[in-house]
């Protein structure tokens, strides 16, 4: 006990250290993994499948190009008849990424292991200048 009330600003540094160290990750929480230029990369070079989870109305006001669009709703269902090879990289994507993220985890217990969530949704696409398609 005199240890600890001795070195009390070694233990408050030590917790203060700690902390920050979370800090990056907790930001990531919620944001995809995958850039809009690897993204790019993925479905030129590998072919990637991309699925919009999406409602109908918001796929419709913009999308990426050939992108299939399954609700996230939807997901368990109609995955696996638009995305049939389980090989291949699978690009999902929402508005802003959350529910993109959360259709990474629904897509990874499915087997997909190469799914991936694209980070800021449609709107980090459109910030990083790729074209949409509206219709």
Known sequence: MNF????WYLILLAIGSGALLLVPSLKGAG??????AEAVQRINREKAVVV????????VQGHITNAKNIPLSQLDERLPQVAKNKALPVVLICGKGPRAVRAEAMAKKLGYDKAQALSGGMKGWREAGMPVVKG
Do not use: I, Q, W
Not at 4 to 7: D, K, P, Q, R
Not at 31 to 36: I, N, P
Not at 52 to 59: A, L, N, T
């Open 4 to 7: 600890f009330l001795e070195n």
């Open 31 to 36: 944001a995809g993994s995958l850039t809009a």
């Open 52 to 59: 919009d989870v999406r409602e109908p109305e918001e796929y």
